[in-house]
T-cell receptor
């Protein structure tokens, strides 16, 4: 089954304790991205990756890191989480859309990770 | 400020009523997409509109892309309780077509 898998689904952690949220897709998609969803703000892009070893900042990258060592995996790293990073996080992947565009095709989302930083 | 502004933010209507959701920007988009999200799930794509002025229909849902490619609308005819959910517009601006933006969403509740 084609899917994007995020882990964990729920996480409660303390301020400053490094954590990693994993994301894996089995559709051979080039484009992967991370979003956070907060009430009234919709989804905001944190980082995106157009292919292996190619990553770039989205709209709200502060306090986050990513890596893309393999095409299928795109982990999100919070080196020193703070309470303002409490949010619902989504990973998504999309195939290449041609003519230099990676985002005009359907984005497939994971089930989300609800993170609470206390 | 959001690059994509959606209105209304909330909509509560009776079954059978029609409704329109708007998605506006000052930027030109290469395409705009509409997603629907259920509680506890990730968004799921409904449609992509690519050409200025384009109209796409998906059963009772009609999507329109503005002529200038800065806005889009979603019209639902004879809404049903199964249409309840969060509707999100999304897209990449023409001057940075690999960076993706979402609107703040419209939470629709259709009462039986």
């Amino acid at each position: 089954e084609a899917q994007v898998t995020q882990n964990p689904r729920y996480l409660i952690t303390v301020t400053g304790k490094k954590l990693t949220v994993t994301c894996s897709q089995n559709m051979n998609h080039e484009y992967m991205s991370w979003y956070r969803q907060d009430p009234g703000l919709g989804l905001r892009q944190i980082y995106y990756s157009m292919n292996v070893e190619v990553t770039d900042k989205g709209d709200v990258p502060e306090g986050y890191k990513v890596s893309r060592k393999e095409k299928r995996n795109f982990p999100l790293i919070l080196e020193s989480p703070s309470p303002n990073q409490t949010s619902l996080y989504f990973c998504a992947s999309s195939p290449y859309g041609g003519t230099g565009a990676y985002v005009n095709t359907e984005a497939f989302f994971g089930q989300g990770t609800r993170l609470t930083v206390v | 400020t959001q690059l994509l502004e959606q209105s209304p933010q909330f909509l509560s209507i009776q079954e059978g009523e029609n409704l329109t959701v708007y998605c506006n920007s000052s930027s030109v988009f290469s395409s705009l997409q509409w997603y629907r999200q259920e509680p506890g799930e990730g968004p799921v794509l409904l449609v992509t509109v690519v050409t200025g002025g384009e109209v796409k229909k998906l059963k009772r849902l009609t999507f329109q892309f503005g002529d200038a490619r800065k806005d889009s609308s979603l019209h639902i005819t004879a809404a049903q309780p199964g249409d309840t959910g969060l509707y999100l517009c999304a897209g990449a601006p023409k001057d940075n077509f690999n960076k993706f933006y979402f609107g703040s969403g419209t939470k629709l509740n259709v009462k039986p």
